[in-house]
């Protein structure tokens, strides 16, 4: 150690020599440039010094102190605060913070911003030591009709005053939820800081890219006149006897959830109507047009019509492994021609497990002794299927609970090539696996025909649910 260290070392309390004279100068002059910069309206000007151990911080800290009276000067304990932000964590909301969302008017179709109030002004967030304490608020919410959605919608949270138009919201945090048509949910969210939200919901979500300015400018003005939905819902009720009638049990459960879903997805149930069909196998020593496979058939009416039907519906025996009598669905919705409402949205959705059988050529069985039957009355149901859905405009949706033997790897790739082909033909317009999420069957079926935005740009923010009296429009600007 060299005679220069060890003398300064060697004072108890180190003064402010030359040296730091003009350290303490240099500091207090930038500090009094910056006070005399700050305009008047800001307020009184508040100087924070942690005791970090070096003097000259504080004093010139004092030299501000000196040049400006109106300086309020808190000293912090070492080592506290650890980030900037521990200083503001405790404060008080200045202003309010609320959900962004749209609102939808069913009746006119128009679409305007809305906010529902999360935290009023003057709100403390929580404590980190108080564990999950602190303030939270619930907040339900909706998808956009089913037309107006991709199926994700953004939940956005701002800062702003009563009065304030959506122009001066600032964002707090935004993300993207999984809400397809129909779907609600309900938000909790915490306060965790004068402008940290924390976000606690257990439906699928990611971070929001898009900033709060392009998701307010990009929201549509105002939805088209939804369509009439004319569904018809057929299930096939033939299942094995082993199981005790449970997988036709739980297919009926299944379409009564879609129908269900549909409904909800739809809203105005006058704007609905369900007709059903039940298919069953052909009887194996069956002659042509010797019986029908069709053993249930509803006329197009109200949902719960549909409903109470499905629930009184029974196993019907299984008679062959690899096909059912789906084909003659095909041929009975010609039937329907006149049944149909002008300009409604059409929708075949098929709720079963085999294929129809083939009118001739059955794909090759190699490891089954049962062959692939052909139908008794010859139907050729692939050109009947392609005459409603070009005639009638049908749409085309299914949910398939596969049999084992579709699956490639068991050993029948021709019937399960065959079988697939035909279930994309009957799932043209949305092919699910059994068990899937109603809401998102319901999304298929109805969505062409729900409010659709006039310019064609989807809502993509989440919409007030129910009468929605706490949620206030926005202000105009």
């Not at 496979?293 to 197009?300: I, M, Q, S, T």
Request: aromatic share 6%; hydrophobic share 40%; charged share 25%.
């Amino acid at each position: 150690m060299d005679d220069r260290t060890a003398s300064a070392h060697g004072r108890a309390n180190p003064g402010p020599g030359a040296e730091s004279a003009d350290v303490v100068a240099s500091m207090g002059s930038r500090l009094c440039a910056f006070a005399r910069r700050s305009p008047p309206s800001a307020g009184p000007l508040v100087l924070v010094v942690r005791a970090a151990g070096w003097p000259l911080v504080e004093q010139a800290a004092e030299v501000l102190r000196a040049d400006e009276e109106s300086v309020l000067r808190v000293r912090l304990p070492v080592r506290w605060p650890e980030t900037p932000n521990d200083l503001f964590a405790g404060l008080p909301l200045r202003h309010p913070v609320w959900l962004a969302g749209a609102q939808v008017d069913g009746a006119s179709g128009t679409v305007g911003l809305a906010r529902r109030m999360l935290f009023p002004a003057g709100s403390r967030p929580s404590d980190p030591t108080d564990g999950d304490g602190g303030p939270e608020a619930r907040v339900s919410v909706a998808a956009p009709p089913g037309g107006a959605t991709v199926g994700r919608s953004a939940a956005a949270v701002v800062s702003a005053g009563p009065e304030d138009p959506p122009s001066h919201w600032k964002s707090l945090r935004a993300d993207r939820l999984e809400l397809p048509p129909g779907a609600r949910a309900v938000l909790r969210y915490r306060l965790t800081g004068p402008d940290r939200v924390e976000l606690r919901y257990d439906g699928g979500h990611e971070p929001e890219t898009s900033p709060w300015a392009a998701l307010a400018l990009h929201t549509p003005r105002r939805l088209s006149r939804p369509r009439p939905v004319d569904l018809v819902l057929a299930v096939e009720i033939a299942g094995p006897q082993a199981d005790g009638g449970v997988a036709v049990e739980e297919r009926l459960q299944e379409a009564a959830a879609v129908v269900a879903a549909v409904r909800d997805a739809v809203g105005d149930e006058d704007t609905l109507r369900i007709g059903l069909i039940g298919y069953r196998d052909h009887a194996p020593l069956d002659r042509p047009h010797h019986s029908d496979p069709l053993v249930h058939r509803v006329a197009l009416s109200d949902p719960q019509a549909a409903e109470q039907a499905l629930g009184g519906w029974h196993r019907s025996a299984l008679r062959h492994d690899f096909a059912t009598g789906l084909e003659h669905v095909p041929h009975e919705l010609s039937y329907w021609r006149d049944a149909w409402r002008p300009d409604s949205h059409r929708v075949l959705l098929v709720v079963g497990s085999r294929p129809p059988h083939p009118r001739n050529r059955p794909p090759r069985v190699l490891r089954r002794g049962a062959a692939v039957r052909i139908c008794p009355d010859r139907l050729e149901w692939e050109a009947a299927l392609r005459s409603v859905r070009h005639y009638d405009g049908v749409a085309c949706v299914a949910v398939v609970d596969e049999p084992t033997w579709m699956d490639r790897l068991a050993g029948e790739p021709h019937l399960a090539q065959w079988a697939d082909r035909a279930w994309d033909l009957f799932g043209a317009e949305g092919r699910f696996a059994a068990g899937h999420d109603p809401r998102s069957i319901a999304s298929a079926v109805a969505a062409p025909a729900l409010g659709l935005p006039e310019d064609g740009t989807p809502i993509r923010l989440v919409v007030s649910d129910g009468a929605g009296g706490d949620w206030l429009p926005a202000a105009a600007g």
